[in-house]
């Protein structure tokens, strides 16, 4: 489907609806639709347990996505979330949320300590939790608490590539973290972006999702500050076009009352992720990906 047919297609829903944003109506529905249909409680036990048979284990560092509207049947408050799961991780754990800005206004100081995030209650309520460290990025930031925050988060300000080598999302690969995607599934998986990342140099198709760069200056509650440059990325994307790509060898499902859960350990996704780069088969639909485009730069076919 062409860019022009998809703008007119977008344009007669808005009409149709009356609403500018169509997905966060169609949202909304689904979560009343789902309200009504799905009422059981999940007791506290339970949703530990649940989390426990997925991986959620003493010593590991986990990575977690969510979408709170969808814990209506859960009877924890976000602070009590977060409690639950370092309680489970215990002292030798480390837990790990995005913390994309809401303003990422590249001429307004980035303050780190104190910019709310848009990917979530559970998140924001994360990013102010005591000990919480962020990592410095105007578009990904990355929040965590644990013995392997700092290693996940010191280094997110020296690197070019927003998802790439040296930021908190590979290094949740090299620690082989345990993924969790709780109410949000497979297309919000931040840790798919790395392929495009990686395969950057070799893969010219992933030159095209980049155009130009950012710049911008942030500032942290000790008074530190600098500047930081990364590629911006553009583009279409649809993740779900790449979820048959992941069985269960690398992607487990679950459902407790309404509430679905995605468990990935991280290493495995990255890698499934840059092999099907390699090989043509990407999430992105703009720009549109031609197979010549997927030559490596080294000569060879992909």
């Known amino acids: 489907m062409s860019r022009v047919v998809r703008s007119t297609i977008k344009r007669l829903a808005q009409k149709l609806v009356g609403q500018s944003d169509v997905r966060g109506f169609a949202r909304k529905q689904q979560l009343w639709l789902s309200k009504k249909i799905y009422r059981r409680p999940v007791s506290i036990a339970e949703f530990r347990q649940q989390l426990i048979d997925l991986g959620v284990t003493p010593g590991r560092t986990l990575w977690v996505q969510s979408s709170w509207n969808e814990f209506y049947n859960v009877p924890l408050r976000p602070s009590e979330m977060i409690e639950l ?20 206004n590249p001429d307004k100081l980035f303050l780190v300590d104190r910019a709310p995030v848009y990917t979530g209650l559970l998140c924001e309520v994360f990013r102010r939790t005591p000990d919480v460290r962020r990592s410095i990025h105007l578009s990904s930031s990355v929040c965590a608490v644990g013995p392997n925050a700092d290693f996940l988060v010191k280094d997110h300000h020296h690197t070019l590539m927003p998802w790439g080598q040296d930021t908190p999302f590979c290094r949740l690969g090299e620690m082989d973290a345990r993924m969790l995607g709780i109410g949000a599934g497979f297309n919000f998986m931040t840790p798919l972006h790395a392929a495009e990342c990686l395969l950057f140099d070799e893969v010219p198709f992933f030159r095209q999702v980049f155009d130009g760069t950012i710049k911008y200056r942030w500032k942290t509650a000790s008074g530190e500050t600098g500047e930081h440059e990364y590629r911006r990325r553009t583009g279409d994307i649809r993740p779900q076009r790449l979820r048959r790509h992941f069985g269960p060898d690398i992607c487990v499902d679950a459902k407790i009352s309404n509430l679905r859960i995605l468990a990935a350990d991280a290493r495995p996704f990255i890698e499934r992720a840059v092999t099907l780069g390699r090989n043509g088969i990407t999430m992105y639909i703009q720009p549109v990906p031609r197979p010549e485009l997927f030559v490596s730069s080294k000569g060879s076919t992909t």
Do not use: K, N, S, V
């Open 85 to 104: 799961m370092r309680d489970l991780l215990g002292p030798g754990g480390t837990l790990a949320m995005p913390a994309f800005p809401i303003d990422a």
